[in-house]
Nanobody, 118 residues
Framework: QVQVVESGGGLVQPGGSLTLSCTASGNIYSVYTMTWYRQAPGKQRDLVASMTNDGSTNYAESIKGRATIFRGNARISVDLQMNNLKPEDTAVYYC????????????WGQGTPVTVSS
């Protein structure tokens, strides 16, 4: 059984910064991709940033230049640092991890909410 847990969300003022963390535990020893998505109220879930096993990264245009995805301290973990946050960044942020031998859709966490408001 694999569990994915996100943390680090909260309320932040416009222009502020936040770092989200995602950790996977269980029968997982390597990864294909680790991806952050977000879903604002009434909208579809969109990709924010992703990292492959070889360290290649990809960012949504809306967050490019304001976010950095990087490996966390835990064995299977990925963090997302976001700077200069805007109200339109308000959403629930989800982590998805795909790994060898796992299901194609990967495993999702329960999400961590981010609210950017003054």
């Amino acid at each position: 059984q694999v569990q994915v847990v996100e943390s680090g969300g909260g309320l932040v003022q416009p222009g502020g910064s936040l770092t989200l963390s995602c950790t996977a535990s269980g029968n997982i020893y390597s990864v294909y991709t680790m991806t952050w998505y977000r879903q604002a109220p009434g909208k579809q879930r969109d990709l924010v940033a992703s990292m492959t096993n070889d360290g290649s990264t990809n960012y949504a245009e809306s967050i490019k230049g304001r976010a950095t995805i990087f490996r966390g301290n835990a064995r299977i973990s990925v963090d997302l640092q976001m700077n200069n946050l805007k109200p339109e960044d308000t959403a629930v942020y989800y982590c998805n991890i795909r790994f060898p031998g796992g299901p194609t859709p990967g495993y999702w966490g329960q999400g961590t909410p981010v609210t950017v408001s003054s």
